[in-house]
């Protein structure tokens, strides 16, 4: 299996920007498709972006699309999410996940439920 830890949230103000990481040890970084997923107070966990392994496929929420860039570098085992324009909005706890298991379906990489490997989370707080 893989273990996945994010960094890089933090306090900032509406506009401003953010990079997240999500560092994946344990296994063959590039065998796993991988996506961001956030929780903002008293919603549900909520699909971000996700990329395949090699980076050909990459999808994003509506809500995110035009502001925020996921990638990946298989060399350095780590997912990135690059935040801009950010919105108060956007506050919430952003998860990294990891699935090695092909899509199940065209709208399987929106689901949490396919994904099988989660971080703990970092928090990201956009100030109005």
């Known amino acids: 299996q893989v273990q996945l830890v994010e960094s890089g949230g933090g306090l900032v103000q509406a506009g401003d920007s953010l990079r997240l990481s999500c560092a994946a040890s344990?296994?063959?970084?590039?065998?796993?498709?991988m996506g961001w997923f956030r929780r903002a107070p008293g919603k549900e966990r909520e699909f971000v972006a996700a990329?395949?392994?090699?980076?050909?496929?990459?999808f994003y929420a509506d809500s995110v699309k035009g502001r925020f860039t996921i990638s990946r570098d298989n060399a350095r085992n780590t997912l990135y999410l690059q935040m801009n324009s950010l919105k108060p909005e956007d506050t919430a706890v952003y998860y990294c996940?990891?699935?090695?298991?092909?899509?199940?379906?065209?709208?399987?990489?929106?689901?949490?439920?396919?994904?099988?490997?989660w971080g703990q989370g970092t928090q990201v707080t956009v100030s109005s």
């Open positions: 990329i395949s392994w090699s980076s050909s496929n990459i």
């Open positions: 996940a990891a699935v090695s298991r092909p899509p199940s379906s065209p709208s399987s990489w929106y689901l949490k439920g396919e994904y099988d490997y």
């Open positions: 344990g296994r063959t970084f590039s065998n796993y498709r």
